[in-house]
């Protein structure tokens, strides 16, 4: 059973702040990963993916990635009130790519 | 550009009643398509994949089915709705032809109320 595990939260930051979220993964032979960001009563939107160790910047989203650690994270620099989401981690898997989502961490930044 | 839909957003049916929802796709062909269900303040859970017309892998043993008939249109049913049937149903695709760098897309969901 492959398994994704985040870090329960919720989060609070006040704006402006750095935003760490984090994810652990179970299966080693897993290649790529994906950060999906879900507003309340919306449907999850891809925001991020990473593919190799190290860091991946876009904007002031950074994914990080240790694959030896089995280890992906989520900076979110300068923290902005509509960054508030629940931020969900995802690994795919099997022949058809099927995603296996983390349970997801509410974040919220406070004005 | 590829976009998906999905419908209707919202349903309210009784215990007992049998359940339809579509998804559809635009612009690509071949698409891998997914339907997920997150019951409330949890997490994505798969239900069924395909990766053609016809062929459809079930996750989860459960009262819930699915068809595709069409290269682009996914269908989710039930023949008859339980309490636990009730969440948000997400439809998702991704390209078949691309490797496994590339995430989903998802529709815009449908609220589901088993009462």
């Known amino acids: 059973q492959k398994e994704v595990e985040q870090n329960s939260g919720p989060l609070s930051v006040p704006e402006g702040a750095i935003a760490s979220l984090n994810c652990t993964y179970s299966?080693?032979?897993?290649?790529?990963f994906f950060w999906y960001r879900q507003y309340s009563g919306k449907s999850p939107e891809l925001i991020m993916s990473?593919?190799?160790?190290g860091d991946k910047e876009d904007g002031r989203f950074t994914a990080q990635l240790n694959k030896a650690s089995q280890y992906v994270s989520l900076l979110i620099r300068d923290s902005q009130p509509s960054d508030s989401a629940t931020y969900l981690c995802a690994v795919p898997s099997g022949s058809a790519r099927q995603l296996t989502f983390g349970s997801g961490t509410q974040l919220t930044v406070l004005p | 550009s590829q976009t998906i839909h999905q419908w209707p957003a919202t349903l309210v049916q009784p215990v007992g009643s049998p359940l339809s929802l579509e998804c559809t796709v635009e612009?690509?062909?071949?698409?891998?398509l997914y339907w997920y269900r997150q019951a409330a303040g949890r997490g994505l859970q798969l239900l069924f994949y395909s990766v053609g017309i016809g062929q459809i892998s079930s996750e989860v043993p459960q009262n819930l089915s699915a068809s595709r008939p069409q290269d682009r249109q996914f269908i989710l049913s039930s023949k008859k709705l339980l309490l636990s049937d009730s969440g948000f149903y997400l439809c998702?695709?991704?390209?078949?032809?691309?490797?496994?760098?590339?995430?989903?897309?998802f529709g815009s969901g449908t609220r589901l109320t088993v009462v």
């Open positions: 299966d080693r032979v897993s290649q790529s």
């Open positions: 612009g690509t062909s071949n698409p891998n």
């Open positions: 990473i593919y190799s160790n």
């Open positions: 998702a695709w991704n390209p078949l032809d691309r490797g496994a760098n590339y995430g989903y897309t």
